[in-house]
């Protein structure tokens, strides 16, 4: 295996327990229900709720994975290290990080979309991509700040999404005890397909409101007591954020029509508006933050795990660079803003959300396997440990979910591989070119 490149100064160890918890709250819960509830409406009817809990169930299975290999090799690079420890293959390895490292940034692209949409017109009538790509270099400023004080944004945000969601929730049950809502609503399948087929498909579509917990993999060289800490706050973020939104795809299609919500691009704000005393604009300022805080985190992760890559020189050496003030990795944030900027100004929200999804299922099939083979491989301080059966069972739900997507959620996936491909292959031309050791073969 190639060594990291121990040449320039490590990541600052900074992360606390509460702000993981937050980190990975903040990631998993917000910005994809904010956006993204009304497509599910429209594939599962009113049986939103049943399509979280099936996502939740999926989503838990693979964090198991991921808490015993972040506590077993806390490093940055988080599934790409994994990859490298369990197939001795630095092609591999490359391929499972860049698919990681491609869906945070498609997802930040997607974000950025989510953001200028309906929330953000509510205020400012600016053309979307424009504003996109402003909104994409402010979180990188952010994330060029500092890690710290990144989470410290973070914190914040993750409280006024997280209140933006209770509030929903709350002037959803106003409504249901008023008589207003119709509850059978919220237990109405599809008419045009099977329960079971529209539960899938649309949990396709939850399954991104989840994704985010693995970012926080690549937080693992920054968080103190990493074995001790990472498993209570995955497994605690997780399941704040699956009870919030179940009861979130219980009262929107109780309150609002499954059919209203999917045509709208802020489907949240139509339980608001139907509540009648709050207003509209104040929720969609607590929209745009949530859709904020979720891109500040995605971009987060993609620049770390750009970093590490770079450091076990799967990627070209600038990208390992750290910012000598700051100790952030600033040529990788700078790169990864700009391939972002890229897919906001050429893609669909819908497709770039579908598209993250079937990349990280590369990345859990990879970690769920790897899981397996590095048992045998053991360390010298304690860790969590999976029972056997739930990386089986895990694998198992990442193929299900694989035969959901679409042929143009697989053709943007390829292209983006093929481009990370070709970029690998000339890395690894350079370190041969270049002097000291050649890198693994």
Known sequence: MASPDTRSPGLRRAVTGPLLYLFILGDVLGAGVYALIGEMAGVAGGLVWLSFAVALAMALLTAFSYAELVTKYPQAGGSA??????????????????????AGVVSAAGLSLAFTGEYLTAFLDVPQVPAALVFLLVVALVNAWGIKESLRANVVMTVIESAGLVL???????????????????????????????????????????VGFETSANLAEEVRDVSR???????????TAGVVYMLLGFVAPAVVAPSELA????????????AGFVAPDLFAVVALVAVAN??????IMASRLTYGMARLRLLPAPLGRVLPRRRTPGVAIAVTTALAALLAATGELVDLASTVVLLLLFVFLSTNVAVLVLRRDHVDHDHFRSPT????????????????QEAQHWALAGLLLAVGAAVHLATRW????????????
């Open 229 to 239: 800490v990472y498993p209570r706050a995955l497994f605690g973020a997780l399941a």
């Open 389 to 404: 059966v739930v990386p089986v069972l895990a694998l198992g739900s990442c193929l299900v979910l694989l035969t959901q």
């Open 263 to 274: 045509g709208s691009s802020g489907p949240l704000l139509e339980v608001v508006r139907a």
């Open 81 to 102: 290290v994994y990859a490298e420890k369990a197939f001795r293959s630095p092609l591999v390895a490359f391929l499972v990080g860049f698919s990681m490292l491609s």
């Open 294 to 299: 979720g891109a500040l985190l995605t971009m």
């Open 430 to 441: 350079t370190a041969r070119r270049a002097p000291g050791p050649p890198p693994s073969r």
């Open 168 to 210: 929903v929730i709350v002037l959803g049950a106003w409504v249901i005890g008023r008589g207003d809502a119709d509850l059978g609503g919220a237990f109405t399948p599809p008419e045009d397909t099977t329960v079971g087929l529209a539960v899938l498909g649309s949990a396709l579509v939850a399954f991104y409101s989840f």
